[in-house]
């Protein structure tokens, strides 16, 4: 019996310590693989890596993600550095720029704890650069990226942040944090049954908010909260890309858009013999998120100086056609399903694809030359929107 515990007992000793050593070593990987991640956290442009490396780990340490999400998304909020300060003069064109401690606009690093997401869609950064407009010409804001606001921590002074764009309500977007004072205009919420009480108190704090579709502005009156249609800021990107008559190119620009996806519409486009459709520019909203947020900026803008001096504009993508109303670019928006986003703002478009009421309508304008010319109801919104954004008092820049 003595000699049948001693081996228990040696072999309990042995146990625990391979138990030991094993733990050590899943230690010593999880410490190695923190340190990466600091790494990455210190190389903007590698953000994809940081998505894979952050969702590896909470694959094999659960605990890891509830634990240390939310020190995540403060510290993934990027903030331009004094060494890039000169790449951003390219958007503000201005030789006297400074940091802004009291302001910050919108980036999209996407959801990083979703692995199934790789790309992004430009048009959000179009929308950023028409929130740019209206914060002072020698300005760098601050980057806060629109799924982390709820966390930010990053400035030592409270900033003013436009948030507007698309929204999907959840953890790290319900509210802005008490280091944000938000202007919520041009806001869009996507969430098909959205009843957040977090969103839905923070939310009451701003009224009235102003909403990019009539969609949100039903969801959000059905939950209380003082909304009305604002449309969307992107209509007023004139203040800053609008060109002279003089600088139009003869350029048909398909944004998302090729003969062949949709028959009926390629019908209609084809009949408008005004246009050379054989030399025809494509461009996609779709990028790789391994583009740095300025390289986001640098094809947005980009993107938006040639729209502004195209002939005409054949878009799928929303922000490719909203654009161009401001721009004074004749555009048709193609669009064969319904989505509700676009309720409010499919009617300022000239459009082609699927009505609210699920049937397919042709709603195009044309002038005595039957060349496409786009319709004015947006410029009541437009205007309003530019009249309460430019009444903003920038104290203590």
Known sequence: ML?????????????????????????LKFLILLFIMSILFELENKQIYYK??????????????????????????????????????????????????????????????????EFGNIGDYIQSLAALQYLPKNCIPLFVDRDNVEFYNNSKFNIIIIMNGWNR??????????????????????????????????????????????????????????????????????IDFGVNHSERTNEIIFIDYKFGRFPQADKYIKSLKQYNFSNIIYNTHIFKLNYSHLQRFRLAKQLL???????????????????????????????????????????????????????????????????VINPKKYLKYANRLKETLQNLKYNNI
């Open 52 to 117: 894979k490396l952050f969702n590896f780990i909470s694959s094999k340490y659960h605990f890891f993600k509830n634990k240390y999400i939310n020190k995540f998304h403060k510290y993934y909020n990027y903030n331009i550095s004094t060494i890039e300060k000169e790449k951003f003069f390219f958007m503000r064109n201005n030789s006297e720029l400074k940091s802004c401690k009291n302001f910050g606009i919108l980036i999209y690093n996407y959801p990083f704890f979703d692995p199934k997401i």
């Open 3 to 27: 000699i049948f515990k001693h081996k228990n007992a040696s072999n309990s000793i042995s146990n625990n310590l391979i138990y030991k050593c094993l733990l050590t070593m899943k230690i």
């Open 305 to 371: 100086e040639q729209y502004a001096r195209a002939k005409l504009v054949i878009s799928t993508r929303i922000h490719g056609a909203l654009p161009c109303l401001a721009l004074n670019t004749s555009i048709i928006f193609v669009n064969m399903e319904y989505d509700r986003r676009y309720p409010g703002l499919y009617e300022l478009l000239n459009t082609i694809g699927i009505n609210s009421k699920g049937k397919f309508e042709i709603n195009v304008q044309l002038d005595k030359n039957n060349l």
């Open 169 to 238: 309500i959840e953890k790290g977007n319900r509210k802005t944090s008490n280091k944000i004072n938000p202007i919520y205009i041009s806001y869009h919420i996507n969430n098909i049954n959205f009843s957040d009480s977090i969103t839905i108190n923070n939310l009451k704090k701003y009224e009235p908010i102003g909403c990019r579709d009539i969609y949100t502005q039903q969801i959000l009156e059905k939950s209380g909260i003082n909304a009305y249609f604002s449309s969307c800021l992107t209509t007023t990107l004139d």
